[in-house]
């Protein structure tokens, strides 16, 4: 599947989206759920928790192993996105449709170190 | 470099995602292992199983060597062709490995071993072999090589048959734990009604050379390629053991759910690990756990209970409950039906002990009284 261009992404497998409000939305990448297998489990961050650049902040589990999703910048939790919670094998069908939290960065500076999609497919 | 099994290129073409296992590459799945789990449960699933060691044992000594070597007992095996599951331990009582031996005559042994154990496993037989007259032979490389395809689910004896009618006589009337020698494709195959599942089924050991061409046969009779992802959530649904997870050498049968493939019935009879079992205290017990809230048991998770506290050995995720489960070791006094904390991460989540058996031809074992 290609890497949609309009999306950010980290080395760890997570991509960003940036909205119009300068708030993040954040998911992991297709290359991420089918390296995982069939996804079972969220557990996603607190409304309201701030997060360091690189933190682990959620952690989604196939029926294979558990792993860490990182916070791609610095900032707030604004939401938690319970349907995907709730219908955790969603992320298998489309990884670029179900997000998992979304962040209001702290410093946008941190924003010009994720990778766009060509740098992101390059370490794949 | 990892090892291949003589199907590798099968798996490429069907498109298996490959992982080491044990020093061999090994699909992990072939798209999703739930689905392929759920054939298994429903249809029927096959597994390349040619990374475990079949050992042949021939000599006059071969039975009087078992009695020695296994702490199941051997002698239990009068009929040609049964099969008897045991472990090997050590002297201290712990374990070695366990492993399957298939008796064809009191001169005449199939043993098949786990891939990971098969070196440590030759070597410590191969230091126990003085002063028998019989021969050990491996039979996983050499110059005839076996490979082994499991084919598991409530339909996979009557499609294994449809692609191999020649086997159908033979092969349907074999009861569980049995196996017979069957003459096909100008070669024996061993088919042996065991398995790794709690499903019905058989596994096949055939000459390398022929086991692409029983490969796609299978495919063709609808039988769906599983790889080793739904071979655990299938064993770990159905209670069974995974060597180096559930148990090792530093626990004893008796602390692994394994007491009852222990046989001292014969009270003459000196296997090696014996004295050590007699003496050695049993601490822990082995048991099943049943997650109540969402999330997903996985091993090395600690275990609090009111007796002390223990360890997961072995979780996942069942495909067949849609709920966490897990074997645990748990101090002994711990009774079946309680509820325990396990810690996750940062949180402490409520799990029930139950026996260590979830789920057995297709069903549920959870509904009935005596596991809740």
Request: glycine share 8%.
């Amino acid at each position: 599947m290609s890497t949609p261009s309009n999306l950010k992404y980290t080395a760890s497998h997570e991509w960003i989206k940036q909205e119009a409000d300068g708030t993040l939305t954040i998911g992991i990448t297709d290359h991420a759920q089918e390296a995982l297998g069939d996804i079972v489990f969220l557990e996603l961050p607190g409304v309201g928790r701030s997060v360091k650049v690189g933190e682990a902040c959620a952690v989604v589990e196939s029926v294979k192993a558990a792993s860490d999703i990182y916070a791609p910048v610095s900032g707030e939790i604004i939401e938690a996105n319970q349907a995907a919670a709730d219908a955790p094998e969603n992320i298998n069908a489309d990884a670029w449709a179900n997000w998992l939290f979304r962040i209001k960065p702290a410093n946008p500076a941190e924003l010009d170190a994720l990778l766009d999609a060509d740098a992101y497919a390059a370490t794949l | 470099m990892p090892q291949r099994t003589p199907l590798y290129a099968a798996h490429l073409a069907a498109h298996a995602r490959m992982v080491d296992f044990a020093g061999w590459e090994m699909p992990i799945n072939y798209g999703s292992q739930i689905e392929e789990h759920h054939a298994v449960r429903q249809d029927a699933g096959m597994f390349d199983v040619s990374h475990m060691c079949a050992l042949d044992l021939v000599g006059p000594d071969a039975t009087s060597w078992l009695r020695r070597l296994l702490a199941n007992d051997v002698a239990r095996l009068t009929q040609s062709g049964k099969a008897l599951y045991s472990c090997l331990l050590d002297e201290a009582g712990g374990v070695i490995d366990d492993l399957i031996v298939y008796f064809f005559t009191a001169t005449h042994y199939r043993i098949v071993v786990n891939a990971g154990t098969a070196h440590k496993d030759i070597a410590w037989m191969r230091t126990h072999l003085a002063g028998f007259d019989v021969e050990l032979n491996e039979r996983r490389d050499g110059a005839h090589p076996l490979a082994m395809i499991a084919v598991q689910g409530p339909a996979a004896r009557e499609r294994f048959c449809t692609a191999f009618p020649a086997t159908r006589s033979a092969a349907m009337q074999l009861a569980p734990f049995q196996a017979v020698e069957c003459p096909i494709n100008a070669s024996a195959w061993m088919i042996a009604r065991t398995g790794y599942t709690g499903e019905d089924g058989f596994e096949i050991t055939l000459p390398a050379a022929q086991a692409e061409a029983a490969w796609q046969a299978l495919l063709a009779a609808g039988v769906k390629p599983c790889g080793l992802g739904a071979r655990d959530t299938l064993r770990l649904e159905a209670g069974m053991n995974l060597y180096g997870q559930d148990m090792d050498e530093t626990v004893s049968p008796y602390e692994a759910g394994l007491r009852w493939t222990v046989d001292l019935r014969d009270a003459a009879r000196e296997f090696i690990g014996k004295s050590a079992l007699a003496t050695r205290r049993v601490e822990q017990q082995f048991v099943g756990l049943l997650l109540l809230e969402r999330g997903v048991l996985r091993a090395h998770q600690k275990v609090l209970t009111a007796q002390g506290a223990g360890e997961i050995t072995s979780g996942s995720f069942s495909p067949t409950l849609n709920q966490s489960i897990a074997l645990a070791r748990l101090p002994v006094g711990v009774a079946i039906g309680s509820e325990v904390e396990v810690e996750i991460r940062d949180k402490r989540l409520k799990a029930r002990v139950v026996k260590p058996l979830f789920v057995r031809h297709g069903k549920s074992l959870l509904a009935s009284p005596s596991s809740l």
